[in-house]
């Protein structure tokens, strides 16, 4: 098991920015990649961005593409989402979740094994 928390959210103007961190515990050996969904009102869960714990490589949505970056602490066995310029459309719930199998796509939140409790990211016009 992996446990995962998450925090850095908040409310925001847009063009401003914020930064989320994702810290895991437990089963840590067993992480692949860790990645960033996300969850608008009346929308399906959608993904951001996701990182492989080895090596680094990184793929991102073409929504966030140049304004999003995701990065990792493999001591800390932490994910940061540094997000900038900020759109009143990346309002949701933020979730960080664990890939601890080699299932197919990072881009589909059911390859995804762990998930945490979500923040809520507002970004106001």
């Known amino acids: 098991q992996v446990q995962l928390v998450e925090s850095g959210g908040g409310l925001v103007q847009a063009g401003g920015s914020l930064r989320l961190s994702c810290a895991a515990s437990?089963?840590?050996?067993?992480?692949?990649?860790m990645g960033w969904f996300r969850q608008a009102p009346g929308k399906e869960r959608e993904f951001v961005a996701t990182?492989?714990?080895?090596?680094?490589?990184?793929r991102y949505a073409d929504s966030v593409k140049g304004r999003f970056t995701i990065s990792r602490d493999n001591a800390k066995n932490t994910v940061i989402l540094q997000m900038n310029s900020l759109k009143p459309e990346d309002t949701a719930v933020y979730y960080c979740a664990v890939k601890s199998q080699w299932n197919g796509s990072v881009m589909l939140s059911g390859n995804y094994d762990y998930w945490g409790q979500g923040t809520q990211v507002t970004v106001s016009s």
């Open positions: 990182i492989w714990w080895s090596g680094g490589t990184t």
């Open positions: 437990g089963h840590t050996f067993s992480i692949l990649a």
